[in-house]
Each structure stands twice: as C-alpha cells, then as structure tokens.
C-alpha cells in the first residue's frame, strides 16, 4: 500500500474506530417540497446557517487562541517529514523521533542518499515504517531533482511527492508557507465536522470540500488547528467532554454526553 492511498485510509479506518456519529435529524424524510439550500441542509442533518458558523468560529478562537501545528520543525523539509511520518501515529510519538532523525540526516540531500534500511531504522517506532521510509526517500529524491532541494509551495506540486496527499501538503502549505489552499481533513476534523453537522461525506476530499465551502477561507489554517486541539481535549471519540465544551449550545450531535439544548 502506497503512503498516499495510507493517508486515505488512516483518515478512514480512524474514523471508522471513532464510530463517527450523525447527527440529529439525519436521514430524516424530507417534506416533498422543501427545496432551497437551507431546506436540503437541513433535510440532510446539516447545520450551515452564516450566523452558527460564526458562532461556532468565533467560540473556537476564543477557546484555543494559539492553536497550532503539534509537529516540531524547524522548516518546510522538516515539517513535511513529521507529517508523513504521522500517518496512524501520534505526534507526541513522532516528536520524539524527529530530533535524533534530523540530526543523523540534516538535509533533503541526506536523506536522498541515505539507504532505506537507515531511514527505516530510525523511525521505526512509527508504524508502517517500511512505507513510510519510501515515501520520504522518494520525496527528497523528488525534490532534489525536480525542485532544487526546497519543497514545492503549490498543492499541484506537492502532490507529485511520493507520500503526500491532500492532508499533509495542506498541513505543509498552512504552517509553512501561510498558504491556505485548503482544509486539514485528519481524523479529529473529520469526527468534529460530522457532530457539528458541517458534513455528512465519508471521503476526506468530499468533507474537506463542505468544508471549504461553508468555512471563510481566511480561516481554513486556523480552523484545522482549532478542530484538531479541540478534538484532542474535550470532544474525544469516545465518551466526548461536552459538560466542558463551549460549542455545547451549538452541537447536535446525537451522540452528545450531555446536552442543554
Ligand atoms: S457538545 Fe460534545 S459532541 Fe458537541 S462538539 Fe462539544 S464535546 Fe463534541
């Protein structure tokens, strides 16, 4: 299994291990003649109004003010590593990988001529790290001989990287470059998304897709963060903290651990 199709199919299968809910009023009969974007949202369990996003928004903001990017890096090479490498692991198992790998092989050009069996080696604690050697062997052969040993800052380009997806060179483009080419759909945004009624699609690209189109696109970057923070602490796969979670008026979602509303 190629890392790319990996990355499709860790969003997948976590999403699936995190019994992703639906929420209220999915699946409902629609009224025959509701029509309108507003009524076939509605009709498909869906919470799009503008005024609950920016709610939603704004009291994610407040409540994870400098919510960013867990990965340690210290540049885009780096950074697009850690990502490959957190594929199905945590970061918190990734950062304690990282150092020792970036210091055995500091550079694109080391990496591309390190052997596989030293790559793998180092991060091996990883997980797949057979794939994942390869993907980023591949990666820094890719952009020695195509990009002048600096890491593409177009998602088209990005995604002719062996390993990258749309995960990754949105993580990559977002920390890195400030570029906000799209939404990271990981497996916290993915289980959020559909609690907080802002998709009901299973395939990451179509809910990164509702999501683009109903999140301002000044707020893509930061939004990730946000969702990924706050499914960290408080709305977890299981057993979601919803006594403490400022979004609580907002949500619907049918498997809520406590409700107001
Ligand atoms: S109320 Fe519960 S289910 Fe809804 S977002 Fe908050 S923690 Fe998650």
Same mark, same amino acid.
């Given at each position: 299994?190629?890392?790319?199709?990996?990355?499709?199919?860790?969003?997948?299968?976590?999403?699936?291990?995190?019994?992703?809910?639906?929420?209220?009023?999915?699946?409902?009969?629609?009224?025959? =003649?509701?029509?309108? %974007?507003? $009524?076939? +949202?509605?009709?498909?369990?869906?919470?799009? @109004?503008? /005024?609950?996003?920016?709610?939603?928004?704004?009291?994610?903001?407040?409540?994870?003010?400098?919510?960013?990017?867990?990965?340690?890096?210290?540049?885009?090479?780096?950074?697009l590593?850690?990502?490959?490498?957190?594929?199905?692991?945590?970061?918190?198992?990734?950062?304690?990988?990282?150092?020792?790998?970036?210091? =055995?092989?500091?550079? %694109?050009? $080391?990496? +591309?001529?390190?052997?596989?069996?030293?790559? @793998?080696? /180092?991060?091996?604690?990883?997980?797949?790290?057979?794939?994942?050697?390869?993907s980023?062997?591949g990666a820094?052969?890719r952009l020695?001989?195509?990009?002048?040993?600096?890491v593409p800052?177009?998602?088209?380009e990005l995604l002719t990287l062996p390993g990258v997806?749309?995960?990754t060179a949105?993580?990559?483009?977002?920390?890195?470059?400030?570029?906000?080419?799209?939404?990271?759909?990981?497996?916290?945004?993915?289980?959020?998304?559909?609690?907080?009624?802002?998709?009901?699609?299973?395939?990451?690209?179509?809910?990164?897709?509702?999501?683009?189109?109903?999140?301002?696109?000044?707020?893509?970057?930061?939004?990730?963060?946000?969702?990924?923070?706050?499914?960290?602490?408080?709305?977890?796969?299981?057993?979601?903290?919803?006594?403490?979670?400022?979004?609580?008026?907002?949500?619907?979602?049918?498997?809520?651990?406590?409700?107001?509303?």
């Open positions: 299994m190629t890392a790319k199709k990996a990355e499709k199919k860790s969003a997948a299968a976590k999403k699936s291990a995190a019994g992703v809910p639906k929420t209220r009023g999915a699946g409902a009969k629609s009224p025959a =003649k509701a029509a309108g %974007p507003r $009524a076939k +949202a509605k009709d498909a369990g869906l919470e799009l @109004e503008p /005024e609950r996003i920016a709610e939603l928004l704004r009291r994610l903001r407040a409540a994870y003010p400098r919510a960013e990017c867990a990965l340690l890096h210290r540049n885009a090479w780096e950074l590593v850690a990502t490959i490498l957190s594929a199905q692991c945590t970061d918190a198992r990734v950062n304690m990988v990282t150092p020792s790998l970036f210091k =055995k092989f500091p550079s %694109p050009a $080391a990496f +591309a001529e390190a052997s596989l069996p030293a790559i @793998e080696e /180092e991060i091996r604690s990883t997980g797949f790290y057979h794939n994942k050697a390869k980023i062997s820094a052969k020695m001989s195509e990009f002048g040993g600096k800052q177009t998602m088209e997806a749309r995960k949105n993580v990559v483009l977002g920390v890195a470059f400030q570029k906000a080419e799209g939404v990271v759909v990981d497996t916290h945004v993915l289980r959020l998304s559909h609690r907080l009624g802002l998709t009901r699609a299973e395939d990451p690209k179509r809910v990164e897709e509702d999501l683009m189109r109903v999140i301002p696109r000044d707020r893509w970057i930061a939004f990730s963060h946000e969702m990924i923070h706050h499914g960290r602490q408080i709305c977890v796969a299981r057993k979601p903290r919803c006594a403490d979670c400022p979004l609580e008026t907002l949500c619907h979602a049918a498997d809520k651990t406590w409700s107001s509303v």
